[in-house]
Each structure stands twice: as structure tokens, then as C-alpha cells.
């Protein structure tokens, strides 16, 4: 769709994550100039690769979900997805384990997933289960267009969207409530009752603190999980294509050192090189806190109000390895659960320290998206545990020799549960939270932007429009919040609020 009204307009897009990519892509489709500035030598934000052991490693985010919201991307764009990015849907969603002898398959097959948890903790929980993924589905139904698809709600505004036939499944979300408490109604067990509670870690908060309404995310990894061939990172270059081929310019390894303003507005960017480009409105993707804290310039500093470091998401310990493995039947994704659940999130989140007892994640990128055998040489493997958002502070609970000994419970864990790695010491990356920190300022190393912790933050988060007249926000660290599919959604959020406000005023 392009207008022909109005001379056409120039928006410079600062940042190449996911949500910038969109938001380049959306705009520049519909006719816009467009020019992307990122301070990477690449596309993808987070969604990023590294190459380690003469290979290309993912070093962010592993799971795609929602693949709607971007076979809708493509299609607007006159392209299809599947013509881009090879995907391959899982059959298995994940490996879990809790010791060598407590091992859980869960599988986007709903019948398949319930007869293996009738097999680890009995038919009464099988059935519990099915009514948890039936509340799991109306908790979304109820919400995607009132809010994942909506400019930034309000709970009187959730309401009116929601309409009549709609009020009745919003009024079952239990906006109110804790995950943690909700999935108490449904699981007696207590590990099935942790495997669901680390939803919330999808959006870096706690489950003991997330809204009920993260449930969801049950019914959204059902409807499917998508492994890209080539990566994750394959799906941002594709995007990046796309935008080029419809006119976006993207000038990579450039950093912009503030947002201008003019009589009020937003009037371009200056470039780290000294350069100034004008431009008629400017997309920031990036974590919000960077316009808060002034990093963009004094002008900038007023769109978007502060947060402060306790209210920061999770950050992470990564190791990103070629290494050997024996012992544990790997999938593409899989889990190996601390012992103490609460005890990990009271260390992050009140302490400010590494947990004690970490939860452990893998992707094991060389192994297929349903059970089938990995390699027999070194595998490609992410490994993560949470970690505080503090990496911007100098504070004893996150120096080198705690990180060490974290480093060492992970790698134990890991063996309790029957898992043996053999890391090649050449080909072996560990990001921290001063790493993350660095990589995306003003965050501390928060890789989901505002912690989801309360009703209150899901109204909380900017929308598009920020309070600068001229700049739009687009990410994870605003509305509708962190994730692929989400920072996709408000990319395209951000580009649809700053085109009917530059054709309804005629520029």
C-alpha cells in the first residue's frame, strides 16, 4: 500500500532487532524512505549468531512461536515466509529432567503430551493438564486482539475491545493472580507445577511474582513451534532482505548518538561519525531505558519514563560451545530443573545474586526438531541460566569468581541428571550480564526490558507512540513485550502509529 497523497516520507529506524527489522519492512512497503541504523555489523539485535569452532552458533533467542505474525509480515509485503526461512515444526516441544531418572517429553501433540504425563505422575494429573491447556487457550483467545494486537491497552480499554461476546474468557484470566498460584488449582505435583511455571522466564520474570495470564503460553507452543533451518538469525536476515528489496537502507557497524529535535519534534539523528540525517519521524529500537537514561540525548530523555534497576527483567549466564556429549539423550530444546525453585528466584530477584541451585537450558542446534539422534562428533549447544540484571553495577555478587563458581553448579547440574559435556576449550563462549550489559546499554543486562512481575506491568510498558512527538518505540522493553513474535508486533505497532500520523497531518 502506498500513498501517493503526501511527498514521501523519511524515518530513520535505530536498531536492527527484530522489532526495527518489522517496523523497516512495514514502513518502507507502504513508501516510505527509510534508512536503519545499527551498531552492529549486522542484523538481529538479540537474535544474534557467533562464530565459534569455524561454525555459526545462535546466541540468543531458540524458540519460534506465533509463526502468524510473520507469515502475515510476509504477505503484506507481497512475499511469502516460507520462500525466505526453511522452517521445520517440532514434534517434540522439549526435553525436561529433574535427576537422572526423572525425564519428561512434551510434544505439540495435545494427546501425546497428556499420555506422557499420565506416564510420569499418574492419570489424575493427565487430566488436570487437559483443563489447564483448555484455560490456557480462552487466556489467549481472550487476548490477542485486545491486547497483543492492540496499541497500548488500558484495563478500561481491554474491556471495550474485548466487547460483550469477548467478556465473558476475560473475565476467566485471573489477571490478578500469580502463575504460580494458578497452576496450583491444576497440578498436585510439584514439578509439573515448575515446568510450567518457567513461562514466565519467557518474559524474564519470576513465576512466583508473573501474572496468571502468562498461561498462554501453554496454548501458543501447542499451536506450534517452528525450528529455522538455518538458525534463528536466518529469519532476521530474511526480514532485512525483504525491507532492502522495497527500497530500506541499512548502514551497519554506526552508531547514533542522539535523536534531534525541532520546535518540539523529532527532526533526525546525529551519527557517531558526526553526520546528521533529518528525517520526519525516528523508530527507536532498543531498550527504552536508553532514552530514559539520556544515552540518546537530552531531548530524547523525556519520551519515555525511567525504570529503575529493580525493576529490571532476567538477565543470563550463556556458554555458547562445540562440545562432546554422553549420557542424556538430547532434543533440540531441554530443561534440567534446579532442586530448589523458589530458593533460585529469591537469589535473583531479592539477593541480587547467581542462583545456587540454577535451572539449566540447552539448545542442542544440531538435533532435529523431533527425537532424532544427534551428531556423533561436537555439537553446536546453547546453554543458559538465569542470572540478576546488575551487569552495569560493580557489586561482589557477580564477579569473576562467583561467576566461576556458578559456572561449576550449572555444569553439575547438568551431570546429575545423567548429562556429560565435553566443551572444546577453543571453541567455547560465556556471556555474562556485564556482556549483555555492554551489548545493549542502559539494561544492566535485563534481556527483556521491564520484568513482568504484577497486573500492573502489562498496562505499564510505553506503546508505540512515545511522549516526544515525532518518536516511536518499538521492542521487547515495550507494549506488547519481550519475545520474537511480540517485538514483531510492535514493530509493526510502531509503523502503523507513525503512518496515519504522518498522512493524517500531511507531513
Known amino acids: 500500500m502506498r500513498i501517493s497523497a503526501v511527498p514521501e516520507p523519511h524515518v530513520v529506524v535505530v536498531g536492527a532487532g527484530m522489532a526495527g527489522l518489522v517496523a523497516a519492512l512495514e514502513l518502507s512497503r507502504r513508501g516510505a524512505a527509510v534508512r536503519v541504523i545499527e551498531r552492529a555489523s549486522g542484523p538481529g539485535g538479540k537474535m544474534r549468531q557467533v562464530p565459534l569452532g569455524g561454525q555459526q552458533l545462535d546466541a540468543g533467542p531458540t524458540v519460534l512461536t506465533m509463526r502468524w505474525v510473520f507469515d502475515e509480515l510476509f504477505d503484506a509485503a507481497g512475499s511469502a515466509l516460507a520462500d525466505h526461512v526453511r522452517l521445520a515444526p517440532a514434534e517434540l516441544l522439549a526435553r525436561h529432567a529433574w535427576s537422572a531418572d526423572e525425564r519428561l517429553d512434551l510434544y505439540a501433540d495435545l494427546a501425546a503430551s497428556t499420555d506422557a504425563i499420565g506416564a ?234 547467581l542462583p545456587r541451585t540454577p535451572t539449566v537450558y540447552i539448545c542442542a542446534q544440531d538435533r532435529g526438531a523431533d527425537a532424532s539422534p544427534g551428531p556423533q562428533d561436537a555439537e553446536r549447544l546453547l546453554c543458559l541460566v538465569n542470572a540478576p540484571a546488575l551487569g552495569d553495577r560493580d557489586t561482589p555478587t557477580l564477579n569473576a569468581a562467583e561467576i566461576e563458581r556458578c559456572e561449576e553448579r550449572t555444569f553439575q547440574r547438568l551431570a546429575d541428571c545423567g548429562l556429560a559435556l565435553s566443551p572444546q576449550a577453543a571453541a567455547t563462549l560465556r556471556t555474562t550480564p556485564s556482556d549483555w550489559a555492554a551489548l545493549f546499554p542502559a539494561t544492566g543486562g535485563a534481556l527483556y526490558g521491564q520484568a513482568s512481575h504484577g497486573w500492573r506491568t502489562s498496562f505499564s510498558r510505553p506503546g508505540a507512540h512515545s511522549r516526544l512527538p515525532g518518536l516511536y518505540l518499538a521492542g521487547g522493553s515495550v507494549h506488547p513485550g519481550p519475545g520474537v513474535p511480540m517485538a514483531a508486533l510492535s514493530g509493526r505497532l510502531a509503523a502503523t502509529a507513525l503512518w496515519q500520523d504522518l498522512t493524517s497531518r500531511g507531513r
Open 120 to 353: 510420569f505422575a499418574g492419570a489424575a494429573e493427565a487430566r488436570r493438564f487437559r483443563a489447564f491447556c483448555a484455560r490456557a487457550r480462552s487466556t489467549f483467545e481472550a487476548l490477542e486482539h485486545s491486547y497483543m494486537r492492540a496499541a497500548r491497552p488500558t484495563p478500561v480499554s481491554l474491556v471495550r475491545r474485548a466487547g460483550l461476546r469477548g467478556l465473558p474468557g476475560l473475565m476467566k484470566i485471573s489477571p490478578f493472580a500469580t502463575l504460580w498460584d494458578a497452576l496450583g488449582e491444576y497440578f498436585h505435583d510439584p514439578r509439573l507445577r515448575q515446568l510450567f511455571g518457567r513461562y514466565a522466564t519467557y518474559c524474564g520474570a519470576s513465576p512466583y511474582a508473573a501474572p496468571a495470564t502468562l498461561m498462554l503460553i501453554a496454548h501458543v507452543e501447542l499451536a506450534g513451534v517452528w525450528r529455522p533451518l538455518d538458525g534463528m538469525h536466518s529469519l532476521a536476515l530474511a526480514i532485512a532482505a525483504l525491507a532492502a528489496r522495497h527500497g530500506a537502507e541499512f548502514h551497519y557497524d554506526c552508531e547514533v548518538r542522539d535523536i534531534t529535535t525541532q520546535q518540539g519534534r523529532t527532526s533526525g539523528v546525529h551519527l557517531d561519525d558526526g553526520r546528521h540525517l533529518a528525517a520526519d519521524a525516528v523508530v527507536f529500537n532498543g531498550d527504552v531505558a536508553a532514552l530514559a537514561g539520556g544515552l540518546l540525548g537530552a531531548d530524547a530523555r523525556k519520551a519515555c519514563a525511567a525504570t529503575t534497576p529493580a525493576q529490571r527483567s532476567l538477565s543470563a549466564i550463556t556458554w555458547t560451545m562445540c562440545a562432546r556429549t554422553a549420557g542424556f539423550d538430547l532434543s533440540h530444546h531441554n530443561v534440567f530443573f534446579s532442586d530448589d525453585y523458589a530458593a533460585e528466584f529469591t537469589d535473583i530477584f531479592t539477593h541480587g545474586r
